[in-house]
Nanobody
């Protein structure tokens, strides 16, 4: 059975930090780029960051560049999202998905149709 389980969300003040984890089981984790997405109430789903399966190439939405860092540990089947300098507009349910992105002609882009995805973890940033 396939599982993607997110953890690490919570309530933090603006300017604070959180580190999210996404742990996978039931599929060949190494084969998949993994993406982080978020959705706030009343808003569309948004791609946040993604990391490739083979060379660790990373990709970020403009809204989080310089503040968030994605990484993966294939030995632990886990992808992390370190979120610093959090803003109230970062408040959302964050979830991970596989594949979260693709690459064409050297350019990465988010994919919004997944093979696997988690249930999400709530991140709330107070002002």
């Amino acid at each position: 059975e396939v599982h993607l389980v997110e953890s690490g969300g919570g309530l933090v003040q603006a300017g604070g930090s959180l580190k999210l984890s996404c742990t996978a089981s039931g599929f060949t984790f190494d084969d998949y780029p993994i993406g982080w997405f978020r959705q706030a109430p009343g808003k569309e789903r948004e791609g946040v960051s993604c990391i490739s399966s083979f060379d660790g190439t990373t990709y970020y939405a403009d809204s989080v560049k310089g503040r968030f860092t994605i990484s993966r540990d294939n030995a632990k089947n886990t992808v992390y999202l370190q979120m610093n300098s959090l803003k109230p507009e970062d408040t959302a349910v964050y979830y991970c998905a596989a594949p979260g992105c693709a690459q064409a002609m050297g350019v990465m882009y988010f994919k919004f149709e997944y093979d696997y995805w988690g249930q999400g973890t709530q991140v709330t940033v107070s002002s």
